[in-house]
T-cell receptor, first 113, second 116 residues
Framework: AQSVTQPDIHITVSEGASLELRCNYS??????LFWYVQSPGQGLQLLLK??????LVQGIKGFEAEFKRSQSSFNLRKPSVHWSDAAEYFC???????????FGRGTSLIVHP | GAGVSQSPRYKVAKRGQDVALRCDPI?????LFWYQQALGQGPEFLTY????????KSGLPSDRFFAERPEGSVSTLKIQRTQQEDSAVYLC??????????????FGEGSRLTVL
């Protein structure tokens, strides 16, 4: 069965600093990978997705993520964090045989001024 | 509508009461998912519809949970004889394509259920 691990429950960064949120998945073949963001009281919004091809994908709001097959990882990055980026971030995976995304438990991003 | 709409946004129920949560997906979206999100956790899959067909209900935690989408658009998640452990945010998401779809899910804002 597919699974997703987000090892960091909370991440605190200063505004303007760089950010990396970790995501590891367990599935043998190349999965479909997603990052979603959830602001308080809001639904989840897609930041970016990876299906195939270039392993570095660009998303909205200046985010990018890199698929590393050897590490079973799909880490989310942003070079300079803004206070408005404070939110909950979820990594999700669809394995090839499933159309149902499995979500990680999320990482809460706190941004200090 | 422009996005996925869920109602009610907040529901407080006494233990043992039945509740119904409504999801109005984006018009024309074939796929509809229900997820349960407990406090501090990620969304957990409950059930999936393709049009009016419920193709997967493996995530429903008990037979007290029932979902339907009779005309392939609006969906209702019903919970009978609510228990305290049912307290969570119930998220609905829709997607344009059907099975084999690897596209984006569009989420509603969720219905927060509190069972006293």
């Amino acid at each position: 069965a597919q699974s997703v691990t987000q090892p960091d429950i909370h991440i605190t960064v200063s505004e303007g600093a760089s950010l990396e949120l970790r995501c590891n998945y367990s599935y043998g073949a190349t999965p479909y990978l997603f990052w979603y963001v959830q602001s308080p009281g809001q639904g989840l919004q897609l930041l970016l997705k990876y299906f195939s091809g270039d392993t570095l994908v660009q998303g909205i709001k200046g985010f990018e993520a890199e698929f590393k097959r050897s590490q079973s990882s799909f880490n989310l990055r942003k070079p300079s964090v803004h206070w408005s980026d404070a939110a909950e971030y979820f990594c999700a995976v669809n394995s090839g045989g499933s159309y149902i995304p499995t979500f990680g438990r999320g990482t809460s991003l706190i941004v200090h001024p | 509508g422009a996005g996925v709409s869920q109602s009610p946004r907040y529901k407080v129920a006494k233990r043992g009461q039945d509740v119904a949560l409504r999801c109005d997906p984006i018009s024309g979206h074939v796929s509809l998912f229900w997820y349960q999100q407990a406090l501090g956790q990620g969304p957990e899959f409950l059930t999936y519809f393709q049009n009016e067909a419920q193709l997967d209900k493996s995530g429903l935690p008990s037979d007290r949970f029932f979902a339907e989408r009779p005309e392939g658009s609006v969906s209702t998640l019903k919970i009978q004889r609510t228990q305290q452990e049912d307290s969570a945010v119930y998220l609905c998401a829709s997607s344009l394509a059907g099975t084999g779809n690897t596209g984006e899910l569009f989420f509603g804002e969720g219905s927060r259920l509190t069972v006293l």
